[in-house]
């Protein structure tokens, strides 16, 4: 059963596209969450009829569903192996709650941003990601207001207070909206 955060791909081969062999549209969908390693993805392109030792040594991404950072990205010329590798390093194959902030931090920063992010903290590359979901920035005005500062805020007074206006201030400090609340993420 293929779960809605499971990372598919159809592997395609340049060697194999440019003959228009029978293995020209690719391979079947692969679900990179069912893999540990690389090794088993090449097992499983060989019992496909790829022959990554000759004309399929040159692989490519085809077609890709459910990649959490969907934006601005050419698949035509990145190794599914690099993919599947960055995957793993993430943790996003494994983890729901790391599959979801990938999703957010894309919509916000870009898929290079997360890859570089990746790459260098590898499995806490969201360490210093905060989600406040379901909030505007009015909700997190009166949050930082009355619940982190314990501000006392006369009920008379807070008719005058911009709640919305306090948190849209706090976008300097890595505060960002994205379609399902507000995110703060340092650094």
């Avoid at 779960?3 to 159809?10: A, K, L, Y």
């Avoid at 391979?27 to 004309?55: M, P, R, T």
Wanted: charge should be negative; hydrophobic fraction near 30%; charged fraction near 35%.
């Amino acid at each position: 059963m293929i779960r809605s955060n499971d990372i598919q791909i159809v592997i395609g081969s340049w060697g194999s596209y440019n003959e228009c062999n029978e293995r020209a549209l690719g391979s079947k969908w692969i679900c990179l969450n069912n893999y540990e390693d690389w090794e088993e993805i090449e097992e499983e392109l060989k019992a496909q009829g790829f022959e990554l030792d000759g004309i399929d040594e040159e692989l490519f991404i085809q077609d890709i569903e459910n990649f959490p950072c969907d934006s601005g990205v050419n698949w035509d010329y990145v190794h599914p192996q690099t993919l599947f590798e960055l995957l793993k390093k993430s943790g996003i194959l494994d983890d729901d709650d790391k599959y979801e902030r990938a999703e957010i931090f894309c919509e916000i920063e870009g898929y290079q941003e997360w890859k570089r992010r990746v790459e260098e903290d590898e499995e806490n590359w969201d360490s210093d990601m905060y989600l406040y979901p379901d909030f505007d920035w009015y909700d997190l005005g009166h949050h930082f207001i009355h619940d982190v500062c314990c501000h006392e805020i006369p009920d008379w007074l807070e008719n005058y207070i911009d709640y919305a206006r306090y948190g849209e201030e706090l976008s300097y400090d890595g505060f960002r909206e994205y379609s399902g609340g507000i995110v703060e993420i340092r650094r």
